[in-house]
């Protein structure tokens, strides 16, 4: 678990140096997410969506062919169906874009693959370990998520941990390590927390405040925030009332040293994230008139 010194993450065609914070817009290819609501799930709207969140500054899309959580049974060929054609149709569309999937499959890993993905988005802690074997076959980057041991598409129910954020800083750096073993280059690997995956919103909570942890390893952090029922349960709000504490909850793990932020919000979060770089430095006013005239 030795921490390596921060360095430039790169996937698909580009390298994304330590201090630059990134916005992984989500396009779901499903009937029944739960923040959607299937309005992306037809390609042109879908296509349409793409096209909204290069506008607004997103770095990288995730595209997804099945709801997180409890639903309707999808196969690997119906996944495959929703998501490699269109696949395609963005790489087609934006050759240099970072095209991510949101699959555990590695027989959905291994078709996006030949469309032109760059990165797999293993959101349930390596359940098939194939699939870390499908992104080192065709040089893709990975993203290693603490789930706590859960099985796809389940909730945890009464879940306990000693000690949270060692759990998840044991687990995912594990994976990456393994990862890494496989071939994947280091360079091309992030590790999630996975807020509410395997967890209740105090675990979710604790992850966000002791996120540094993470960072500390010297792997690059992705954070899944937005919307999520640790926010709503937070504030005690529905889906559609949880863009501010999403917000706040990423600009907190901006501070703290994250580096890719998985969200529904593009402009919003694009502008928050700004608003950090420009805090700490990184990043120089847009415009500077003040006490200048």
Known sequence: MSAHPAADLRLGLHSFPPHQLLVMAIVNRTPDSFYDRGSTFADADALAAVDRAVAEGADLVDIG????????AVDAAEEIHRTASFVTAIRTRYPDLVISVDTWRHEVGRVVAGE?????????????PELAAVAAEFGLGYVCTHAGGQQPRTRPHRVAYDDVVADIVERTVGLAERVRALGV??????????????????HSLE???RLGELVETGWPVLVSLSNKDFVGESLDLPVG??????????????????RMFRVHNVAETRQALDMVATIRGDRQPAVARRGLA
């Open 65 to 72: 062919g099945v709801k997180a959580g409890p639903g309707a």
């Open 185 to 202: 280059p280091a360079h091309s690997i992030l590790i999630d927390p996975g807020h509410d995956f395997g967890k209740n919103t105090r």
């Open 207 to 209: 992850a966000t405040r």
């Open 116 to 128: 032109g993905a760059d990165l797999l988005n293993d959101a349930w802690g390596g359940v098939d």
């Open 241 to 258: 009332e949880r863009l501010v504490g999403t917000l706040a909850a990423t600009a907190v793990s901006a501070w703290l040293g994250a």
